[in-house]
Antibody
Framework: QVELVQSGAEVRKPGSSVKVSCKAS????????FSWVRQAPGQGLEWMGG????????AYAQKFQGRVTITADKSTSTAYMEVSGLRSDDTAVYFC??????????WGQGTLVTVSS | QSVLTQPPSVSAAAGQKVTISCSGS????????VSWYQQLPGTAPKLLIH???KRPSGIPDRFSGSKSGTSATLGITGLQTGDEADYYC????????????FGGGTKLTVL
């Protein structure tokens, strides 16, 4: 069973960027696809995009195309998600999860990103 | 507005059974497997059901899933106070806007 540990909470100003990390342990990193899901305060889950580290292929939800960048570093077993042009409505908890090609099996603990001037 | 439709809330007495519905379309549930997630307050979601009706190791058989056409259902029997949580359905979507979609979530209250 893979364990996902995410980076700590962040506070950013509107218009800036934030990069959240997700380190995997206990499994073979390249055997997983990683997705990022966010949850605004009091709201539901929203899929943002995902990456397959083996092939380097990335898919994004149309809503986040051009503003979100998902990458992975196989040497450190870490996936990353960067959001640029932050707005107040990007304030949310961001989760990484292992994507088994049909469901999300393991989840990180979540990273709170607060966007405030 | 979520692509998959769930009731905002359901409730039932401890020991009883409850079902949570998830309605979609041919671009998502109709042609893809459904999974269900439990989110306890302040925690990350947890996989409950995958591939419509399969339980991961460690998930009790009180939890069950089914799918028919463009809808799916999560069933929970023998309700316990510890089952109070938000429940989300999710599946792949073949449309251009997203590869994966979730329901809006259902808050379960155990009376």
């Amino acid at each position: 069973q893979v364990e996902l540990v995410q980076s700590g909470a962040e506070v950013r100003k509107p218009g800036s960027s934030v990069k959240v990390s997700c380190k995997a342990s206990g499994g073979i990193f390249s055997s997983y696809t990683f997705s990022w899901v966010r949850q605004a305060p009091g709201q539901g889950l929203e899929w943002m995009g995902g990456i397959n580290p083996i092939f380097g292929t990335v898919a994004y939800a149309q809503k986040f195309q051009g503003r979100v960048t998902i990458t992975a570093d196989k040497s450190t077993s870490t996936a990353y998600m960067e959001v640029s042009g932050l707005r107040s409505d990007d304030t949310a908890v961001y989760f990484c999860a292992t994507d088994r090609g049909g469901f999300f099996e393991n989840w990180g603990q979540g990273t709170l990103v607060t966007v405030s001037s | 507005q979520s692509v998959l439709t769930q009731p905002p809330s359901v409730s039932a007495a401890a020991g009883q059974k409850v079902t949570i519905s998830c309605s979609g379309s041919s671009s998502n549930i109709g042609n893809n497997d459904v999974s269900w997630y439990q989110q306890l307050p302040g925690t990350a979601p947890k996989l409950l059901i995958h591939e419509n009706n399969k339980r991961p190791s460690g998930i009790p058989d009180r939890f069950s899933g089914s799918k028919s056409g463009t809808s799916a259902t999560l069933g929970i029997t023998g309700l316990q106070t510890g089952d109070e949580a938000d429940y989300y359905c999710g599946t792949s979507d073949n449309s251009l806007s997203a590869s994966w979609v979730f329901g809006g979530g259902t808050k379960l209250t155990v009376l």
